[in-house]
């Protein structure tokens, strides 16, 4: 999550200057609990995330409560220096580095601080960990809906700033379905609550003149004036986080402030609390793990596996079976799979019962049979039967990333493009000969049920051309993309522009710039 602090500033700290650190450390101490790093070594670490980029920060604070992320957000405001909220560091496109003063939420703002099982609700810090969530969320058989690979380090606070999804977003949605209230510090410092609220309730909250008032007034009229632009201009197909989200600001017949922030990455405001609803964990999972010759092919199978109602339906392609063959936790893989597969189809069914879920795992397969869709499907039903496979699904990033040899590496240049699953397998063809004309290769693996791989290309950025090819298919592939329908996500793009900007002064002037926003954007560095 990003967040930029008031341009007015009473001692200015240019962006990548550090010439006044040391008077905005000093300050930072005198007024937060947490620690405050500035040494080399600290800004050295938290200048990575899991992306591509490194930004190396102002300095790092660690906040222990609400008071000290206000505090922090106050003194940066007086030095004009930017302010960056950091969880896990899972992001893939540079959201959570940035030449500012990063908040590191994931050190003491861990608390989960209330479950209430009957109206399936949580309250928590932002750097709880969503796999801490599940487990004690799970003793009442319930769970967070956004169920991501990197659940065990990625924190409710990153995933709102994100507006993360998961394997089983088909079925669950994303972060912003399951968002119901934000307490947040705005960027004069001051706080708020975001939530649905009904007319009358808004036009109370707008008479405050506050900055929270102003936001309750100018953003309704923001929506009436854009309303068109937000009706037609958002890209139809829901698997999006492009842009700010306008089209979720009206909500059951009230404004619900909440849901806008979602996917921001922190440009408006720095999340201090958060009340999510919980989903039913499924009663019974079986899978299916579908051998196929060719990624195409293995494409073609996608509907088949909707049709039945799928939980989650996920490709890996020849690249990262390679890998994983040759990694020791892996081997058991090696010994299930049959022949030599160029691609696999895991699917996986919900039941109530095993019954039911059996029931469309044999569809699944009938189908694919009669339709001449890959040459072997395996069935994993035990837990045990689906703990290598759910293993090797979830470690496709990492698995890829250890395949560096030299300079020559993996990046997320054009991560989390979502295409219409409709129109997925001709977006894949078009993108392969992009690599193709550049003479490049890629590991692809991602979520086919919804339309959203992660294709890493591999590229040397030490060679002059290296960075060109890079510039040159990023282009190509927001233009093959557009004719499907996609939704570029705007955490491959605004991330790392945003960590580094000094720009809106107040949520407000952010919002009023994006709101003919057409939620789709191109990825690019910082």
């Not at 979602?262 to 720095?270: D, F, H, I, K, R």
């Not at 579908?290 to 073609?300: N, V």
């Not at 059996?358 to 009669?370: P, Q, R, Y």
């Not at 990492?398 to 030299?406: D, I, T, V, W």
Request: hydrophobic letters at 40%.
């Amino acid at each position: 999550m990003t967040k930029t602090a008031p341009v007015s500033a009473s001692h200015p700290l240019p962006q990548r200057d550090g010439a006044r650190a040391p008077d905005l450390a000093a300050a930072l101490r005198r007024e937060l609990r947490g620690e405050v790093a500035f040494d080399d070594y600290s800004r050295h670490l938290f200048s990575r995330d899991a992306s591509m980029y490194s930004i190396e920060p102002i300095g790092v604070a660690f906040p222990r409560d609400a008071d000290d992320v206000a505090a922090a957000v106050a003194v940066a405001a007086e030095f004009e220096a930017p302010v960056l909220s950091r969880g896990g560091g899972t992001s893939l496109a540079g959201q959570t580095v940035g030449a500012a003063l990063v908040l590191d939420m994931s050190r003491h703002m861990d608390r989960i601080l209330e479950i209430d099982p009957e109206r399936r609700l949580a309250r928590v810090q932002p750097g709880v960990v969503q796999d801490d969530l599940n487990r004690a969320a799970g003793k009442a058989g319930l769970m967070f809906g956004a169920d991501t690979s990197t659940s065990n380090r990625a924190t409710l606070g990153g995933m709102i700033g994100n507006n993360s999804a998961g394997s089983h977003s088909v079925r669950f949605g994303m972060t912003v379905d399951h968002v119901e209230a934000l307490d947040v510090v705005l960027s004069d410092a001051s706080r708020a609550r975001l939530e649905t609220v009904s007319a009358d309730e808004l036009a109370r909250r707008a008479g405050a003149q506050t900055l929270e008032g102003s936001l309750h007034r100018e953003l309704p009229r923001i929506v009436e004036a854009h309303r068109e632009g937000i009706e037609t201009g958002f890209p139809k197909f829901w698997r999006q986080a492009g842009g700010y989200r306008l089209d979720r600001l009206l909500r059951d017949g009230g404004y619900d402030l909440a849901r806008l922030v979602v996917g921001s990455e922190g440009t408006l405001v720095a999340v201090t609390e958060a009340l999510v609803d919980l989903v039913p964990m499924p009663k019974v999972r079986v899978m299916a793990v579908g051998h196929f010759e060719s990624t195409q092919a293995a494409l073609a199978a996608t509907g088949d596996a909707m049709e039945r109602d799928a939980a989650a339906v996920e490709l890996l392609d020849h690249a990262i079976l390679e890998l994983a063959k040759q990694k020791r936790e892996f081997r058991e893989l090696s010994t299930i799979i049959e022949g030599d597969p160029n691609a696999l189809v895991f699917v996986t069914f919900f039941g109530d019962t095993e019954q039911e879920a059996l029931s469309a795992l044999d569809g699944l397969e009938a189908a694919w049979k009669t339709n001449g869709h890959g040459y072997h499907t395996l069935r994993a039903v035990s837990a045990a039967e689906q703990a290598a496979v759910l293993l090797v699904r979830k470690s496709g990033l990492g698995l890829l990333m250890a395949s560096s040899q030299g300079s020559r590496r993996p990046l997320a240049f054009v991560e989390d493009t979502a295409v219409d699953p409709a129109h997925l397998s001709e977006y894949v063809a078009k993108f392969t000969e992009i690599l193709d004309r550049h003479e490049l290769e890629a590991g692809y693996y991602g979520h086919c049920s919804v339309g959203c791989l992660h294709i890493r290309p591999f590229v040397d950025l030490t060679k002059p051309h290296g960075s060109r090819r890079c510039a040159r298919c990023r282009r190509r592939s927001v233009r093959s993309s557009l004719p499907s329908t996609a939704s570029t996500r705007a955490s491959t793009a605004t991330g790392s522009r945003a960590a580094s900007s000094t720009g809106a002064s107040s949520a407000t002037t952010s919002t009023r710039r994006c709101a003919t926003s057409s939620g789709c954007s191109t990825p690019t560095g910082g």
